[in-house]
């Protein structure tokens, strides 16, 4: 008897993709609070120290007990940090200072977009800055739309495209969840950037360093620490990080950078107008000057990613996303 059943499309395909991302992406902050916790419970309990025995938690192993308090603070703190950090660091993002018709013009294209996406209209913040980017986070606080003054100066259809792509991650819950996991996700990122600084530091001197010395008369006492303990450092970092990296990792490609594809494809469904808007505000922004103007913590938050190389490597992310956006979309894919 033969299968009736319809094969899965693309869209069942993204939403399984999604929500093994998301799974992923949950698991970073209780790793990371497990590190410690799970440590201290086996010395603790009744196999170590005996400090804690078989009944202190009412006949639950302190093990399964400790799991269990890291997923809760864990996602917990998480969830409550998230909206906190990116409302203390957007305050102190230079405020654009628009006139009042055109902050009216700009809250007005807000409203009028986020009526045909279906969601809330976001608190709104221009701000002043070189980079063609647009950023949208969601959590207890409310919902916000950050908007670049450079974003605003594009075209007509490819600013309306690139805040209708920002509305569109805020009705797939995307904005919610990344906000959510923000601060765990940025702890993990710092820590491997100083873990691969340590690996890769260079003590030796060059030639050039060296005729410098001579020229000053100065000559640097020799290294106090051998250059091997800083790579042993790095490597045991990175090897105590690893359990909470590859979750974050594989979650920042497929769940991250797969939302701004899907929201891409959302986009460009809407009419031939968007799409091709999209596609020019996508170029634009990855070839025009001022990534650094744009804070790092509102990256994973972006229209656009602007990290640089060292950092998405690290991330675990493409060089080549906002190529392959833009291929997409150009092709008859993204209908």
Same mark, same amino acid.
């Given at each position: 008897m033969s299968d009736s059943r319809p094969a899965p499309g693309p869209a069942d395909r993204a939403r399984v993709r999604r929500t093994l991302a998301a799974a992923l992406l949950a698991t970073v902050p209780p790793l990371l609070v497990a590190a410690p916790l799970l440590p201290a419970a086996v010395l603790l309990g009744p196999a170590g120290l005996g400090v804690l025995g078989p009944d202190a938690f009412g006949g639950v192993p302190p093990v399964f007990v400790a799991a269990l308090a890291s997923a809760v603070l864990g996602l917990g703190a998480s969830a409550l940090l998230g909206p906190l950090l990116i409302d203390r660091r957007i305050a102190r993002l230079p405020e654009a200072e628009l006139d009042d018709r055109p902050a009216d013009f700009v809250a007005d294209r807000v409203e009028t977009i986020a009526d045909e996406v279906g969601v809330a209209v976001p608190e709104v913040t221009v701000v002043r800055?070189?980079?063609?980017?647009?950023?949208?986070?969601?959590?207890?606080?409310?919902?916000?739309?950050?908007?670049?003054?450079?974003?605003?100066?594009? @075209?007509?259809a490819d600013r309306d495209a690139a805040i209708r792509h920002g509305l569109v991650r805020l009705r797939t819950r995307e904005a919610t969840l990344t906000t959510a996991l923000l601060p765990a996700l940025a702890l993990v990122e710092t820590v491997a950037l100083l873990a691969t600084l340590l690996v890769g530091r260079r003590t030796d001197r060059t030639a050039a360093d060296r005729r410098v010395n001579r020229i000053h008369g100065y000559e640097p006492e020799r290294n106090r620490i051998p250059a091997k303990a800083y790579?042993?450092?790095?490597?045991?970092?990175?090897?105590?990080?690893? @359990?909470?990296?590859? @979750?974050?990792?594989?979650?920042?490609?497929?769940?991250?950078?797969?939302?701004?594809?899907?929201?891409? /494809? /959302?986009?460009?469904?809407? *009419?031939?107008?968007?799409?091709?808007?999209?596609?020019?505000?996508?170029?634009?922004? *990855?070839?025009a000057a001022g990534a650094a103007d744009w804070p790092p913590l509102l990256d994973r938050l972006s229209f656009v990613s602007m990290a640089d190389a060292e950092t998405g490597r690290v991330r675990g992310t493409s060089r080549q996303e906002a190529r392959l956006r833009l291929a997409l979309l150009r092709s008859k894919r993204a209908l």
């Open positions: 800055a070189d980079a063609v980017n647009v950023a949208v986070a969601n959590g207890y606080r409310g919902s916000r739309l950050v908007v670049s003054t450079r974003l605003l100066s594009l @075209p007509k790579t042993l450092a790095g490597v045991l970092l990175w090897l105590l990080l690893l @359990p909470a990296w590859v @979750p974050a990792a594989l979650g920042e490609r497929f769940y991250v950078s797969g939302g701004r594809r899907d929201a891409d /494809a /959302a986009v460009a469904r809407v *009419g031939e107008t968007e799409r091709e808007g999209l596609g020019n505000a996508v170029a634009f922004a *990855g070839e």
